[in-house]
Antibody, heavy 123, light 107 residues
Framework: QVQLKESGPGLVKPSETLSLTCTVS????????WTWLRQSPGKGLEWIGF???????NYSPSLKSRVTMSADTSRNQFSLNLRALTAADTAVYYC?????????????????WGQGIMVTVSS | DIQMTQSPSSVSASVGDSVTITCRAS??????LAWYQQKPGKAPQLLIY???TLHTGVPPRFSGSGSGTDFTLNIVSLQPEDFATYYC?????????FGRGTKVEIK
């Protein structure tokens, strides 16, 4: 079955850029909405955005100015870059799959999640 | 953004009890609603999508209902593994948004 796993640094300094990668195993990236979310005590679960078909993206308006997502089909990976970090970006970051039409009626929900990666923004 | 409001924020129950969690959207979302279960240190897991469709492998003691702005998640005959935090999420528009969660605790 398809599994996701996040990788990247656990500690990043303020003003720097966070780069996370999600590796998809057990299946190909194909045409799904590959999504990044995060969770913090202060903001709860927050949708960051998705990348679809390697080049189509949609980002949360609150983060759009600082976010870039990309995908590498040869490596079966997709990535998140979040710039100009502050302490407010400290959270557990998850990658997840929106199944789109693969699961009729489930478009917009998230049926597969990575285990999450804790990212702390601190000097 | 569509605001999702869950209630209660926490509920205490015993094994075998039934629990009802409500979720209200700030505007109509038809049936574009999902429910998740999250246990400490783990990622959320999809329980229900399209307001009432159980995801693969989810036991039938879970059920969802509602349309428009008001939704409910019902759990009957609570099992020990059901003590967790539950979230609703709207899948109607971007950005996707979640409720703040309902923690189901052991009484």
């Amino acid at each position: 079955q398809v599994q996701l796993k996040e990788s990247g640094p656990g500690l990043v300094k303020p003003s720097e850029t966070l780069s996370l990668t999600c590796t998809v195993s057990g299946g190909s990236i194909g045409t799904y909405y590959w999504t990044w979310l995060r969770q913090s005590p202060g903001k709860g679960l927050e949708w960051i955005g998705f990348i679809y078909d390697t080049e189509n993206t949609n980002y949360s308006p609150s983060l759009k100015s600082r976010v870039t997502m990309s995908a590498d089909t040869s490596r079966n990976q997709f990535s998140l870059n979040l710039r100009a970090l502050t302490a407010a970006d400290t959270a557990v970051y998850y990658c997840a799959r929106d199944p789109d039409v693969a699961v009729p009626g489930a478009m917009g929900s998230f049926d597969i999640w990575g285990q999450g990666i804790m990212v702390t923004v601190s000097s | 953004d569509i605001q999702m409001t869950q209630s209660p924020s926490s509920v205490s129950a015993s094994v075998g009890d039934s629990v009802t969690i409500t979720c209200r959207a700030s505007q109509g979302i038809s049936n574009w609603l999902a429910w998740y279960q999250q246990k400490p240190g783990k990622a959320p897991q999809l329980l229900i999508y399209a307001a009432s469709t159980l995801h693969t492998g989810v036991p039938p003691r879970f059920s969802g209902s509602g349309s428009g702005t008001d939704f409910t998640l019902n759990i009957v005959s609570l099992q020990p593994e059901d003590f967790a935090t539950y979230y609703c999420q709207q899948a109607y528009s971007f950005p996707r948004t979640f409720g703040r969660g309902t923690k189901v605790e052991i009484k």
